[in-house]
Nanobody, 127 residues
Framework: VQLQASGGGLVQAGGFLTLSCVVS????????MGWFRQAPGKEPEFVATIFGNGRSAHYSDSVQGRFAISRDNAKNAAYLQMNSLNEEDTAVYYC?????????????????????WGQGTLVTVSS
């Protein structure tokens, strides 16, 4: 199983970025795809997750209304469109996959609910 995240970089506050995550080695449509982030010295934080068919998604309060998660099952890819970025969004962003059959809550928001992780991509927002 391999998750390859990309798209991070340096952006000014108020700007936007789109992260991508390309997945191989698992049945993509049977997994939630999630994004987490970890800022220096902080615990990993849930950002967003999307159901296998892409029809439903859930966001953390801190990004609701600014970020949009999507997926293209034909390409085995998930995306995170990030708008109105601010310095608090600076972190390493990780994509992750959670098997739908193992999730008993409405949406998986804990890291331990995901069993496959990408390597992370750094997003730095400057003032």
């Amino acid at each position: 199983v391999q998750l390859q995240a990309s798209g991070g970089g340096l952006v000014q506050a108020g700007g936007f970025l789109t992260l991508s995550c390309v997945v191989s080695g698992l049945f993509f449509g049977s997994h939630y795809m999630g994004w987490f982030r970890q800022a220096p010295g902080k615990e990993p934080e849930f950002v967003a997750t999307i159901f296998g068919n892409g029809r439903s998604a859930h966001y953390s309060d801190s990004v609701q209304g600014r970020f949009a998660i999507s997926r293209d099952n034909a390409k085995n890819a998930a995306y995170l469109q990030m708008n109105s970025l601010n310095e608090e969004d600076t972190a390493v962003y990780y994509c992750a996959a959670a098997p739908i059959r193992s999730i008993v809550t409405a949406f998986p928001t804990r890291p331990d609910e995901y069993n496959a992780w990408g390597q992370g991509t750094l997003v730095t927002v400057s003032s």
